[in-house]
């Protein structure tokens, strides 16, 4: 399984675009890349998937350069409630299902007003 | 698309009894679920992989016959904590991903809190 490395915390303003970059150098061949937001007390969010180049989606976009040993979680015009945990991850997708994911400590995003 | 649901969400017991948490996929079939269980401010850790119909696989280190799981339809897995006690409360999730899906969709967790 490809372990991830992310900034323990980051700190930003509101209306700042905010990027996560994760480390994955030993990514496989099928594995995902998969970002979540965590609030306390609370089961992790989906937020976006990837396998290459560019994603986006109407919360945020991913970025995976052609090596895909690492990946960007970008975040426009962040807010006040985007306080939270953020964790990449990467893992296998197989026929039937989807392989197990192992979750690294993760970013702590602080959002100031 | 692609809600888990868990019940309960809160759960207060006594040490020494068990406690059984649900899983369940609300709109799609999931033949594999996820457990894990979560220490304040720190990360998601991996329990066990819940196989429907068939015998779950634990992570290293989990015991089996402490946390016992059962994957007995497309849309439901339960966790069941046998003679809880108080280092056993904890923040339980789990996942479930479609099949043929790309990605893990969590419930909303639940806290365990053992006297």
């Known amino acids: 399984l490809a372990k991830t490395t992310q900034p323990i915390s980051m700190d930003s303003y509101e209306g700042q675009e905010v990027n996560i970059t994760c480390s994955h150098n030993?990514?496989?061949?099928?594995?995902?890349i998969t970002w979540y937001q965590q609030f306390p007390s609370q089961g992790p969010r989906f937020i976006i998937q990837?396998?290459?180049t560019k994603v986006t989606n109407e919360v945020a976009s991913l970025f995976i350069p052609a090596d895909r040993k690492s990946s960007t979680l970008s975040l426009p015009r962040v807010s006040l409630s985007d306080t939270a945990v953020y964790y990449c991850?990467?893992?296998?997708?197989?026929?039937?299902?989807?392989?197990?994911?192992?979750f690294g400590a993760g970013t702590r995003l602080a959002v100031h007003p | 698309g692609a809600v888990v649901s868990q019940h309960p969400s809160r759960v207060i017991c006594k040490s020494g009894t068990s406690v059984k948490i649900e899983c369940r996929s609300l709109?799609?079939?999931?033949?594999?679920m996820f457990w894990y269980r979560q220490f304040p401010k720190k990360s998601l850790m991996l329990m066990a992989t819940?196989?429907?119909?068939?015998?779950?696989?634990?992570e290293q280190g989990v015991e089996k016959d402490k946390f016992l799981i059962n994957h007995a339809s497309l849309t439901l897995s339960t966790l069941t904590v046998t003679s809880a006690h108080p280092e056993d409360s904890s923040f339980y999730i789990c996942?479930?991903?479609?099949?043929?899906?790309?990605?893990?969709?969590f419930g909303p967790g639940t806290r365990l809190t053992v006297l």
């Open positions: 991850l990467v893992g296998g997708f197989f026929s039937g299902g989807y392989n197990k994911l192992i």
């Open positions: 030993n990514i496989a061949t099928n594995d995902y």
């Open positions: 819940s196989n429907e119909g068939s015998k779950a696989t634990y």
């Open positions: 990837g396998y290459k």
């Open positions: 996942s479930a991903s479609p099949a043929g899906g790309a990605a893990q969709y």
């Open positions: 709109d799609f079939q999931a033949t594999t």
